[in-house]
């Protein structure tokens, strides 16, 4: 069986529409699965949604309808949207789920049944968007960070998952394994979460029924259920086909965890902790990116400014939208999302530099070449070309070494390396003044013979981040393979074009986007 390579996105809370910040997790999650796809691995995508809990209770409530009437027609809007823009998943886990409510009472009664769960008198703040109770950490002018709302005091019999007992093993893998948790920022917050365990503890996860009804029931006690978190986070599980889909180990050997840094503590803490108490392998990788805020704000719905996917696909077309994104943010940092800043890079890279560089290259080729791929004259190799193909072998090696480190903007720019040295190319060599110029064709020939191959080469490396518009790419400069079966790095070594293989001229791939006049 070939390697898997399992990516997960968080799943999101029925109580909001689906937004760019969640359409930029799920983007990067289908980057990375379809560069390891194209690297040998068999790659798996989950999504889904988080149903349960306090929190869409209200938002139900809010809405007139039943939480479980609420969550299908939420649950579906979010299907609609990542369908509308392409983005797919082999499994999209919604938490009422009937496989997902089995998992989560199994997991349940093994923790229980291992001793690791214990009754407890509870007193605390509880804050309903936070789906917890609060440390004296967790407060600003007795407000909830995070929420802005004044917890409620509550006095109630929780069940405790006996989390701390796994500190001291969890701080040991963090520091084994050193991108567990990355970037490394991080990690380094939750060894110091761990260092001051005051703010840590046990962690609560139950809810007694007569104060929540909507929820997985405990299998050892009915009067309770399952608190949302150590819900939600099995959904990952569920994904992969625990327990017996025959792919679950291999997927599960090689999960990654895409998040923002909002669920860190969940992600980092509960999650080992919950699977080491249950016998499971920790994830290999947790994956923590920055905030998206819109033209300096926080999105919010207060403030009216909360972008959705069909609102960006819009405006940038939602491959535009992608690349922005995935090359303005610097994995793990927070960033904001300017529509000048985003236009202007759609319109450099996409527009001027790649599309560019494909529509005058392909031009030539029509007029000079027949519309066919040239065969390149040895003698008029010089050392230009020759620094483009070395170039291009170059950023093949770089790709995969910034790719392994999660550094997804420094990748793009990368890959623009080699589109701007074509065009370079181009410019130097003039092949549509050289046909004119007797001899010139042995010219014509080597140099858009390298400018395509620099084209296929570009959109193989691209081919993870921008998909349509790559695969269309590589049709269009007859390249024999596609962007589905095509190989990493093998397919990427220079001269795979076979001449004589017809090329295709076509519409503008990347149109150039007006900027807003205000
Ligand atoms: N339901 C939980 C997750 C459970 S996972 C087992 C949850 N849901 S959420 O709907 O609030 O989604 C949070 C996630 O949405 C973030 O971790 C991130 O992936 C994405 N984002 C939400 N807002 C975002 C930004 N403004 N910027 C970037 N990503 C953002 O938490």
Redesign the pocket.
């Known amino acids: 069986m070939s390697r898997a390579y399992y990516v997960?996105?968080?799943?999101?809370?029925v109580?909001?529409e689906p937004?760019?910040?969640?359409a930029?997790?799920f983007c990067v999650a289908d980057s990375l699965a379809r560069f390891h796809q194209m690297r040998g691995a068999s790659s798996w995508v989950v999504t889904g949604?988080?149903e349960h809990g306090e929190k869409i209770v209200e938002a139900a409530a809010a809405a007139g309808l039943a939480p479980s009437e609420f969550s299908d027609r939420v649950s579906a809007r979010f299907r609609a949207a990542w369908d509308e823009v392409g983005l797919t998943a082999n499994r999209f886990v919604r938490t009422t789920d009937a496989d997902h409510r089995r998992n989560v009472q199994a997991i349940l009664q093994r923790v229980h049944d291992e001793g690791w769960v214990e009754l407890r008198e509870y007193d605390g703040l509880y804050c309903v968007g936070c789906e917890r109770f609060l440390t004296d950490r967790d407060l600003l002018d007795g407000r909830c960070r995070d929420h802005e709302r004044v917890p409620e005091k509550r006095r109630e019999s929780n069940y405790f998952f006996l989390m701390s007992r796994a500190f001291g093993w969890l701080r040991e893998h963090i520091e084994r394994h050193p991108d567990f948790i990355r970037p490394a920022r991080y990690r380094n917050e939750t060894l110091a979460m761990l260092r001051d365990e005051s703010g840590l503890g046990d962690l609560s996860i139950s809810r007694p029924k007569h104060r929540l009804a909507w929820g997985i029931e405990l299998p050892f006690d009915p009067d309770h259920v399952c608190y949302?978190?150590f819900d939600?986070?099995?959904?990952?599980l569920t994904g992969a086909g625990y327990p017996d889909d025959p792919g679950f180990p291999a997927r599960w050997d090689a999960v990654e965890?895409?998040?923002?840094?909002?669920?860190l503590k969940?992600?980092a803490i509960f999650?080992p902790t919950m699977l080491h108490a249950a016998g499971i392998a920790p994830p290999r990788h947790v994956s923590v990116?920055?905030?998206?805020?819109?033209e300096g704000r926080?999105?919010s719905k207060s403030l009216g400014n909360v972008l959705s996917p069909h609102d960006v696909a819009t405006r940038y077309g939602f491959e535009g939208f992608r690349y922005a994104t995935l090359r303005e943010m610097s994995f793990g940092l927070?960033a904001d999302l300017r529509d000048a800043a985003l236009i202007e890079r759609i319109n450099a890279d996409l527009a001027n530099n790649l599309g560019n560089l494909v529509s005058r290259t392909l031009r030539l080729v029509e007029r000079l070449c027949g519309g066919r791929i040239p065969e390149p004259a040895r003698e008029a190799i010089g050392s230009p070309e020759r620094e483009l193909e070395a170039l291009a072998a170059e950023v093949v090696a770089r790709v995969d070494a910034l790719m392994a480190g999660l550094e997804i903007h420094r990748t793009l720019e990368e890959i623009f390396r080699l589109v701007g040295a074509a065009n370079r190319l181009l410019d130097l060599r003039a092949p549509w003044k050289a046909a004119k110029e007797p001899g010139g064709d042995a010219v014509v020939r080597t140099t858009l013979h390298a400018t395509c191959e620099a084209i296929r080469v570009t959109a193989l490396l691209l081919g993870a981040f921008l998909p349509a518009a790559c695969g269309e790419i590589l049709s269009r400069v007859g390249a024999a393979e596609t962007l589905e079966a095509a190989r990493l790095p093998d397919d990427a070594a220079w001269g795979r074009l076979v001449p004589g293989a017809p090329t295709r001229t076509g519409d503008a791939l990347f149109p150039r986007l007006e900027a807003r006049k205000d």
């Open positions: 997960t996105t968080p799943i999101y809370y109580n909001a937004h760019i910040g969640h930029y997790t949604t988080d949302v978190w939600a986070l099995i959904s990952y965890h895409l998040i923002a840094k909002d669920i969940p992600h999650w990116h920055g905030y998206w805020n819109v926080k999105m927070d």
